[in-house]
């Protein structure tokens, strides 16, 4: 069985597979057997058999997916509700939606980040092999007609010298590297690491704020729609931003409406969402669709975020070939041209 919090792609596959099974009218026991059988993937098995274990002593389904430990506070506090309400096909349904959200979101995030590294990495590879492969070559020309290679090709042939009289030591350092990007993209407390650097770096602050705000909305949304309170359900979508100044502003939230002010007025006097927003959600509230608009306002900031990840990917990857471009030509121009001068007087 796993020892770690399941991802929002595995949350969102087991969501869906038990909504569909319980809105058939099958219960959540029969459904977890069902899926059981069905299974080929060992770790799969293992958890589904962990939660079966579980239900056959005497616990209801929130309190198995509880014990098992791979299921994060949230949807536990949901489906826990999802029982007691009554509506826990209904909840999945809402769960596996938010999930598949924060999955898509996650990917257009890997993809942006993931592209330009490839892209980076490639550089590295071309510059290393021509000043450690292709430059000894040239020098080898010029001492055959006389003459060295001189000025910036000499000092990158010499970096090349060093970096092969040092290659294991230039070896581990990328080993290190590599290592570095699997701690910050596979483990929980990396990418947990890594989200509160993003949150505070000036570059990336103002993106990050608005994949929580999303995160809020949607939080918010499912909260509302199963019935849970304004207070439990803020409580419970605070701790999905990942941000502090948004979790800073979600307690703004709070005090305004223990002070009487409606959840509209709450948001408003926060500062969280845009004002086009506000006076959607008060309308939203004055008509009983507040989780209905908070989808809508989740829906939004996905859509702008991949539209802002789009944007980034699609300047980056011209301007590292340009760079790329410029390096190999500048390198190659500067054995080239004095080569070109030495084959003329030779002429």
């Not at 595995?10 to 969501?15: H, K, R, V, Y």
């Not at 959540?28 to 098995?45: A, F």
């Not at 500062?271 to 989740?298: L, P, Q």
Request: proline share 2%.
């Amino acid at each position: 069985m796993k020892n770690h919090t399941l991802s929002s792609e595995e949350l969102a596959s087991f969501c869906s597979q038990i909504s569909i099974l319980l809105h058939a009218g099958i219960t959540p026991v029969e459904g977890i057997r069902i899926l059981l059988s069905d299974t080929e993937d060992p770790d799969s098995k293992k958890l589904l058999q962990g939660i079966m274990d579980e239900i056959s002593k005497g616990h209801n389904f929130s309190e198995s997916l509880e014990i098992v430990g791979v299921f994060p506070p949230y949807l536990l506090s949901t489906i826990k509700l999802g029982e007691e309400a009554g509506s826990i096909d209904d909840v999945m349904s809402s769960l596996a939606d938010y999930y598949e959200r924060e999955t898509e979101i996650a990917d257009s995030i890997k993809s942006a980040i993931t592209y330009p590294l490839i892209m980076i990495g490639m550089m590295f590879i071309i510059i290393i092999i021509l000043i450690t492969k292709v430059l000894p070559i040239f020098n080898q020309v010029f001492t055959q007609l006389g003459s060295e290679i001189t000025g910036f090709a000499a000092s990158l042939m010499q970096l090349g010298t060093t970096i092969n009289n040092y290659s294991i030591l230039f070896g581990g350092i990328l080993v290190v590297l590599f290592l570095i990007y699997i701690f910050f993209s596979k483990t929980e407390v990396g990418r947990k690491s890594w989200h509160k650097f993003s949150a505070n770096f000036f570059l990336t602050r103002k993106f990050n704020e608005e994949i929580a705000i999303g995160r809020f909305a949607g939080g918010m949304a499912l909260a509302i729609s199963t019935g849970l309170d304004t207070f439990s359900g803020l409580d419970l979508a605070k701790g999905l931003v990942e941000n502090k100044n948004i979790s800073a502003k979600i307690d703004i939230c709070r005090k305004a409406i223990e002070k009487g002010d409606s959840l509209a007025e709450g948001l408003k006097e926060a500062g969280i969402f845009s004002n086009v927003n506000n006076r959607m959600i008060a309308v939203g509230v004055k008509t009983g669709e507040t989780d209905v608009i908070m989808k809508k306002i989740a829906d939004e900031y996905e859509k702008r975020s991949e539209k802002k990840m789009g944007d980034i990917v699609s300047v980056i990857e011209p301007t590292l070939v340009i760079v790329l471009s410029v390096i190999v030509g500048l390198i190659l121009l500067s054995v080239i041209l004095p080569l070109m001068g030495i084959m003329a007087n030779l002429g």
